[in-house]
């Protein structure tokens, strides 16, 4: 057994012992690294981390991650230098009819079909999404709320291709289009 | 669906649509209805998933306690401990003396808002985009945007201002030069960047409103800035700081 799957043991053993020393060691390299590497801020740098430690665990759980090849520091580090590059693209994003920034218009409207989907209520909605169980519901969060692209989430959450994205992307649409 | 919307859709998702994209997918969903209900449907997700963790996926309740973080204060290179109390009193201290700011220096806070309300401009240069203009750029140009790339303000304006001065015909530059300016918070230089743009066909015509308004707000000309921002608001052609514009025109 080597020192790496040490750290994965620990983790299953003690949880609170090994995160609380990523949270004391880990997140200040990481933050430091943020703030000489990008133009984000420290708090958020701080919930970038967190998204990445909780990837991490999601990740555990679901038996995508166990063996790694560095640290669990090296391990959040590549998870959230993602995290980081999606989180950038938001701040210079283009805007498109329907977005918060961009109402829509008579013109851009697409009339009765898009009217019948609005009328499902956001909580509805969610209730469909949660409903997905991991990885599922993760992969919904991260494409729709992080931003994250296809290559990114394969590369965080471990999938072999963003191929393998897409395809669970697209069959979760589809449940909850239909559920 | 085809390939080419499915790559759009993602690319719009992820932020990462560059300008000719935008109007590749704002035309095709004019055209093709199911892509624009399909559209919708994912802009709904996307809202609905706004407000909802990633925690919450986690099933082992020990192992999503564990991943909340210690409460402390997070500093670029430190964490300190139980600074709460001392936080709050600065915290305190710092509204009153916003409120009484405001109260005795009639716009006394507008410099702190304009600036936070200044977004950054994405750079559309198409010798930036891959596969853009064949034509040969100048290294001093290259730079200078790089500058602006890397949010470097104050360099990048003193460098496309020169890039301005070799290249005075090319509008473009001087969109970025103003820009520049208004996030550096060098109002005056500003104004007088934007000011031709405002007038002109150019595609930045519209942003330049906005950027205008800001840099007119920060000069203290307050009847400008909020004519320019309302024009911004007003525009039919679409508008990315909408929100930010928004907030300048009400605390003007």
Same mark, same amino acid.
């Given at each position: 057994?080597?020192?790496?799957?040490?750290?994965?043991?620990a983790?299953?053993?003690?949880?609170?012992h090994?995160?609380?020393?990523?949270?004391? #060691?880990?997140?200040?390299?990481?933050?430091?690294?943020?703030?000489?590497?990008?133009?984000?801020?420290?708090?958020?740098?701080?919930?970038?981390?967190?998204?990445?430690?909780?990837?991490?665990?999601?990740?555990?759980?679901?038996?995508?991650l166990?063996?790694?090849?560095?640290?669990?520091? #090296?391990?959040l580090?590549?998870?959230?230098?993602?995290?980081?590059?999606?989180?950038?693209?938001?701040?210079g994003?283009?805007?498109?009819?329907?977005?918060?920034?961009?109402?829509?218009?008579?013109? #851009?409207?697409?009339?009765?079909?898009?009217?019948m989907?609005?009328?499902?209520?956001?909580?509805q909605?969610?209730?469909?999404?949660?409903?997905?169980?991991e990885?599922?519901?993760?992969?919904?969060?991260? #494409?729709?709320?992080?931003?994250?692209?296809?290559?990114?989430?394969?590369?965080?959450?471990g999938?072999?291709?963003p191929e393998?994205?897409?395809q669970?992307?697209?069959?979760?649409?589809?449940?909850?289009?239909?559920? | 669906?085809?390939?080419?919307? =499915?790559?759009?859709?993602e690319?719009?998702?992820?932020?990462?649509?560059?300008?000719? =994209?935008?109007?590749?997918?704002?035309t095709?969903?004019?055209?093709?209805p *199911?892509?624009?209900?399909?559209?919708?449907? %994912?802009?709904?997700?996307?809202?609905? /998933?706004?407000? %909802?963790?990633?925690?919450?996926?986690?099933?082992?309740?020990d192992?999503? *306690?564990?991943?909340?973080? &210690?409460?402390?204060?997070?500093?670029?290179?430190?964490?300190?401990?139980?600074?709460?109390?001392?936080?709050?009193?600065?915290?305190?201290a710092?509204?009153?003396?916003?409120?009484?700011?405001?109260?005795?220096?009639?716009?006394?806070?507008?410099?702190?808002?304009?600036?936070?309300?200044t977004? &950054?401009?994405p750079?559309?240069?198409t010798f930036k985009?891959?596969?853009?203009?064949?034509?040969?750029? &100048?290294?001093?140009?290259?730079?200078?945007?790089s500058?602006?790339d890397?949010?470097?303000?104050? =360099?990048?304006?003193?460098a496309?201002?020169? /890039?301005?001065?070799?290249?005075?015909?090319?509008?473009?530059?001087?969109?970025?030069w103003?820009?520049?300016? /208004?996030?550096?918070? %060098?109002? &005056?230089?500003?104004?007088?960047a934007?000011e031709?743009?405002?007038?002109?066909?150019n595609?930045? *015509?519209?942003?330049?409103?906005?950027?205008?308004?800001?840099?007119?707000a920060?000069?203290?000309?307050?009847?400008?800035?909020?004519?320019?921002?309302q024009?911004?608001?007003?525009?039919t052609?679409?508008?990315?700081f909408?929100? %930010?514009?928004?907030?300048?025109?009400?605390?003007?």
């Amino acid at each position: 057994m080597n020192g790496n799957h040490n750290e994965l043991e620990a983790f299953r053993k003690n949880p609170n012992h090994v995160v609380s020393g990523i949270y004391q #060691t880990c997140r200040p390299k990481f933050i430091g690294w943020g703030k000489d590497a990008t133009r984000i801020s420290v708090h958020d740098l701080a919930d970038i981390f967190q998204n990445a430690v909780i990837i991490m665990v999601l990740n555990l759980e679901s038996g995508r991650l166990s063996e790694l090849i560095g640290t669990l520091c #090296t391990y959040l580090f590549g998870i959230g230098k993602n995290l980081v590059q999606a989180f950038r693209r938001k701040q210079g994003r283009i805007g498109l009819p329907g977005d918060e920034a961009f109402p829509l218009t008579r013109e #851009t409207d697409a009339g009765i079909e898009d009217a019948m989907i609005t009328a499902e209520t956001d909580a509805q909605l969610w209730s469909k999404v949660d409903a997905l169980g991991e990885p599922g519901r993760s992969l919904i969060i991260l #494409t729709y709320k992080e931003g994250l692209n296809s290559q990114e989430i394969a590369e965080v959450m471990g999938y072999s291709s963003p191929e393998v994205v897409r395809q669970l992307r697209k069959r979760c649409l589809d449940k909850i289009r239909k559920s | 669906m085809e390939n080419r919307s =499915e790559h759009l859709l993602e690319a719009y998702f992820a932020n990462s649509l560059n300008a000719s =994209e935008a109007e590749e997918l704002n035309t095709l969903l004019k055209t093709d209805p *199911k892509l624009a209900v399909e559209f919708r449907f %994912q802009q709904q997700i996307a809202r609905t /998933v706004k407000e %909802q963790s990633l925690r919450s996926g986690i099933a082992n309740a020990d192992w999503a *306690k564990a991943t909340i973080p &210690p409460a402390t204060e997070v500093t670029g290179t430190a964490i300190k401990r139980n600074m709460w109390a001392r936080y709050l009193y600065a915290a305190a201290a710092m509204i009153t003396l916003l409120v009484l700011a405001r109260v005795y220096i009639p716009g006394g806070n507008n410099g702190q808002l304009i600036a936070e309300q200044t977004a &950054p401009y994405p750079n559309k240069m198409t010798f930036k985009s891959l596969g853009g203009t064949n034509q040969p750029v &100048p290294p001093e140009v290259i730079e200078a945007f790089s500058l602006y790339d890397q949010g470097k303000y104050p =360099e990048a304006a003193q460098a496309l201002g020169s /890039v301005v001065s070799a290249y005075p015909d090319n509008i473009d530059y001087r969109f970025y030069w103003g820009v520049s300016l /208004v996030h550096a918070q %060098q109002y &005056p230089g500003a104004i007088k960047a934007l000011e031709p743009i405002s007038q002109s066909q150019n595609d930045f *015509k519209t942003a330049s409103y906005y950027y205008l308004g800001l840099a007119y707000a920060g000069n203290k000309e307050m009847d400008q800035a909020k004519s320019l921002l309302q024009r911004y608001l007003d525009a039919t052609d679409g508008v990315s700081f909408r929100k %930010q514009a928004k907030k300048v025109l009400e605390g003007l």
